[in-house]
Protein backbone atom coordinates (compact mmCIF):
# COMPACT_ATOMS: atom_id res chain seq x y z
CA UNK A 1 0.00 0.00 0.00
CA UNK A 2 1.08 3.55 -0.78
CA UNK A 3 2.25 5.12 2.34
CA UNK A 4 3.15 9.00 2.57
CA UNK A 5 4.30 10.73 5.72
CA UNK A 6 4.98 14.38 5.30
CA UNK A 7 6.56 16.86 8.02
CA UNK A 8 8.90 19.72 8.62
CA UNK A 9 5.49 22.27 8.86
CA UNK A 10 5.06 25.04 11.67
CA UNK A 11 4.46 28.62 12.14
CA UNK A 12 6.58 31.20 10.20
CA UNK A 13 6.47 35.04 9.81
CA UNK A 14 6.40 36.41 6.10
CA UNK A 15 9.62 36.88 4.23
CA UNK A 16 10.89 33.00 6.35
CA UNK A 17 11.99 29.95 4.98
CA UNK A 18 10.50 26.05 5.59
CA UNK A 19 11.63 22.76 4.42
CA UNK A 20 9.09 20.13 4.28
CA UNK A 21 9.99 16.39 4.07
CA UNK A 22 7.81 13.37 2.77
CA UNK A 23 8.93 10.03 3.34
CA UNK A 24 7.13 7.50 1.01
CA UNK A 25 6.90 3.56 1.35
CA UNK A 26 4.78 0.98 -0.18
CA UNK A 27 5.52 1.40 -4.05
CA UNK A 28 8.84 1.91 -6.12
CA UNK A 29 10.24 5.76 -4.95
CA UNK A 30 13.29 5.49 -7.50
CA UNK A 31 10.96 5.12 -10.76
CA UNK A 32 7.84 7.77 -9.52
CA UNK A 33 7.46 10.75 -10.07
CA UNK A 34 6.29 12.66 -7.14
CA UNK A 35 4.05 16.38 -6.41
CA UNK A 36 3.54 18.58 -4.00
CA UNK A 37 -0.36 19.97 -3.13
CA UNK A 38 -1.67 22.51 -1.00
CA UNK A 39 -5.06 23.28 0.72
CA UNK A 40 -6.33 26.11 2.40
CA UNK A 41 -9.50 26.67 4.47
CA UNK A 42 -12.56 26.60 2.93
CA UNK A 43 -10.59 26.63 -0.84
CA UNK A 44 -9.98 23.75 -3.42
CA UNK A 45 -6.90 21.89 -3.28
CA UNK A 46 -4.09 23.37 -5.43
CA UNK A 47 -0.88 21.51 -7.50
CA UNK A 48 2.15 23.32 -6.40
CA UNK A 49 4.77 21.54 -8.11
CA UNK A 50 6.09 18.07 -9.93
CA UNK A 51 9.54 16.01 -10.08
CA UNK A 52 10.53 13.08 -12.56
CA UNK A 53 11.71 10.00 -10.89
CA UNK A 54 15.50 10.66 -11.51
CA UNK A 55 15.35 14.26 -10.32
CA UNK A 56 16.26 16.18 -13.15
CA UNK A 57 12.80 17.38 -14.60
CA UNK A 58 10.56 19.83 -12.24
CA UNK A 59 7.70 21.65 -12.74
CA UNK A 60 6.19 24.94 -10.52
CA UNK A 61 2.59 26.45 -9.91
CA UNK A 62 2.74 30.34 -11.24
CA UNK A 63 1.64 31.60 -7.54
CA UNK A 64 5.25 29.35 -6.12
CA UNK A 65 7.69 29.77 -9.30
CA UNK A 66 11.03 31.24 -7.87
CA UNK A 67 10.31 30.96 -4.11
CA UNK A 68 9.84 27.14 -4.17
CA UNK A 69 12.43 24.29 -5.03
CA UNK A 70 11.54 20.63 -5.18
CA UNK A 71 13.90 18.02 -4.71
CA UNK A 72 14.62 14.14 -4.05
CA UNK A 73 17.10 11.88 -2.62
CA UNK A 74 16.05 8.11 -4.13
CA UNK A 75 18.30 6.90 -1.87
CA UNK A 76 16.32 7.66 1.60
CA UNK A 77 12.89 7.36 -0.91
CA UNK A 78 12.11 10.96 0.35
CA UNK A 79 10.87 14.26 -1.18
CA UNK A 80 11.41 18.33 0.11
CA UNK A 81 10.04 21.12 -0.86
CA UNK A 82 12.12 24.20 0.09
CA UNK A 83 10.20 26.98 0.55
CA UNK A 84 11.33 30.73 1.03
CA UNK A 85 9.84 34.06 1.09
CA UNK A 86 6.76 32.37 2.54
CA UNK A 87 3.83 35.14 2.63
CA UNK A 88 0.35 34.89 4.03
CA UNK A 89 -1.50 33.39 1.32
CA UNK A 90 0.85 30.05 0.90
CA UNK A 91 -0.95 29.14 4.81
CA UNK A 92 -2.41 25.83 4.23
CA UNK A 93 -1.93 22.00 4.46
CA UNK A 94 0.64 20.50 2.60
CA UNK A 95 0.92 17.16 0.96
CA UNK A 96 3.21 15.07 -0.99
CA UNK A 97 1.70 12.39 -3.92
CA UNK A 98 2.77 9.76 -6.41
CA UNK A 99 2.79 11.46 -9.70
CA UNK A 100 2.33 14.03 -12.28
CA UNK A 101 0.56 17.51 -12.03
CA UNK A 102 -2.89 15.48 -13.69
CA UNK A 103 -2.26 12.24 -11.25
CA UNK A 104 -2.33 14.82 -8.28
CA UNK A 105 -4.76 16.53 -9.08
CA UNK A 106 -7.41 13.48 -9.30
CA UNK A 107 -6.21 11.85 -6.25
CA UNK A 108 -5.23 8.95 -7.99
CA UNK A 109 -2.98 8.04 -4.85
CA UNK A 110 -3.37 8.80 -1.24
CA UNK A 111 -2.12 12.03 0.02
CA UNK A 112 -0.65 10.98 3.66
CA UNK A 113 -1.82 13.07 7.05
CA UNK A 114 -0.44 16.39 5.61
CA UNK A 115 1.50 19.05 7.09
CA UNK A 116 0.56 22.47 8.49
CA UNK A 117 2.16 25.71 7.35
CA UNK A 118 0.90 28.82 8.64
CA UNK A 119 2.71 32.21 7.85
CA UNK A 120 1.74 35.39 10.08
CA UNK A 121 3.13 38.27 11.97
Known amino acids: QVQLVESGGGLVQPGGSLRLSCTASGFTFSTSAMSWVRQAPGKEFEWISD????????YYADSVEGRFTISRDNTKNTLYLQMNNLQPEDTAVYYCTKGRRVVALRRVYPWGQGTQVTVSS
Open 51 to 58: INSVGDNT
